[in-house]
């Protein structure tokens, strides 16, 4: 009688400790995705608090000396405190989306004072855009811009020159 | 004592099957209920990654309508499209089935997404929502869009 007791105690203890086993492993890999994930996102969100850009300068400028056709002249100052990247930057012309590979094959866009070949806008830099008519924005001389940063900040302003 | 020996083995072999039993049943539970805790961490952690920004401009307008509302695209029901870009850390499905659209309040079933600027949504890529919302009073309005547990709404004057 004395053995049985403490026999099946023995299989009971050991199925419990594998249990708990599996279940602390299970735990600690949820545990451990979630901080990570919530590390990744309070990272996002700092990002987005030291980002601020300024439109500066929106012109539509005819065709004619400076320009072979008409352009839309943008000039975006990154007013922050973090690095932005240009090849997340998104722009909204009139509601028309212009992807950065749009403005790269139908116009311009640099770094004043570093040129085109960067892709990065620090703190305190003015990126020009130009983007020229024919074949990206579907309206010509549009009323209004918007500018979209990589961490989703924007700054929208009114076109003139029209 | 022939008849006790008898009688404490059997209780003796009753008492460890019980016992690996109750033992092999623990542990199957429990290992099921890991496996619960892992899915919903995955899930939790995937929420967290997901944030989305609807980037279309709601202060563009042309003859007193915002640009984002086509009244008359061709197929005589009116038709919003909104650009929406990935800010999180994890890229989403462009799908259809994936983003649920509701404007002023009325769940919108025909919604179509294209990724604008790649294959897929990665980090930083804008999608397309074309968005069948059928003629639109003149007036205020709003579209919301939730993507995982992310929701964003974009308000616009018709």
Request: aromatic fraction near 6%; include cysteine; glycine fraction near 10%.
């Amino acid at each position: 009688m004395g053995f049985s007791v403490s026999g099946s105690f023995a299989i009971i203890a050991v199925g419990t400790f594998v249990a708990l086993g599996i279940f602390f492993g299970a735990a600690s890999n949820g545990a451990e995705l979630v901080t990570e994930s919530q590390s990744d996102a309070y990272d996002d969100r700092l990002e987005q608090q030291n980002t601020a850009i300024e439109i500066t300068n929106a012109t539509w400028v005819a065709a004619g000396i400076l320009f072979p056709e008409e352009t839309l002249v943008i000039e975006i100052n990154n007013t922050g405190s973090t690095g932005l990247e240009i090849n997340h930057t998104h722009y909204v012309v009139d509601n028309d989306l212009v992807t950065h590979s749009e403005v790269r094959s139908n116009g311009d866009e640099e770094v004043l004072g570093e040129g085109s070949d960067t892709d990065l806008w620090l703190p305190g830099e003015t990126l020009r855009v130009e983007i020229q008519d024919s074949s990206v924005l579907s309206t010509s001389c549009p009323n209004r811009v918007k500018v979209i940063s990589g961490p989703g900040i924007a700054d929208s302003r009114e076109v003139t020159g029209c | 004592m022939a008849s006790v020996s008898a009688s404490h083995l059997i209780i003796f072999i009753a008492s460890i099957v019980i016992a690996a039993g109750v033992a092999g049943t623990l542990t199957n539970e429990v290992g099921r209920l890991s496996g619960a805790i892992d899915d919903i961490g995955v899930d939790l952690s995937q929420d967290i990654r997901t944030d989305i920004e609807i980037i279309s401009d709601s202060g563009s307008e042309s003859g007193g309508t915002n640009t984002v509302y086509d009244p008359s695209p061709g197929d005589g029901d009116g038709n919003v499209t909104l650009h929406v870009k990935n800010t999180g850390s994890r890229t989403l499905p462009a799908s259809a089935e994936s983003v649920d659209v509701f404007r002023d309040g009325q769940f919108v079933t025909d919604v179509s997404v294209t990724v604008v600027d790649g294959s897929e949504w990665r980090v930083g890529n804008v999608v397309r929502l074309d968005i069948d919302t059928g003629d639109l009073s003149g007036g205020d309005h709003r579209i919301k869009v939730i993507v995982g547990s992310d929701e964003e709404v974009f308000e616009f004057r018709v």
